[in-house]
């Protein structure tokens, strides 16, 4: 069994900080081509929105309003 000796730090990125993938902003996949397979018969699932616990509000709320400045979320009123 091997156990790594490195120490535990507040920043769980921390020492992976030069790879993209860890880095505070959004990145772009610039790997090979991608095919996503879906079954044939799969249809889309509505679900309730989830209750946000109080305490964590106001970060759930700072997070949706940054993804919503980088163009990965669209706010909508509806659910079809």
Do not use: H, W
């Amino acid at each position: 069994m091997n156990v790594s000796s490195r120490d535990k730090s507040e920043n769980p990125r921390e020492g992976y900080c030069n790879y993209p993938c860890f880095q505070d902003k959004l990145g772009t996949y610039t790997g090979g081509k991608v095919e996503l397979i879906f079954k044939a018969e799969a249809k889309p699932v509505f679900l309730k929105a989830r209750r946000v616990p109080f305490a964590r509000l106001k970060q759930v709320q700072a997070e949706l309003k940054r993804l919503e400045d980088l163009g990965v979320l669209t706010p909508i009123n509806y659910s079809s």
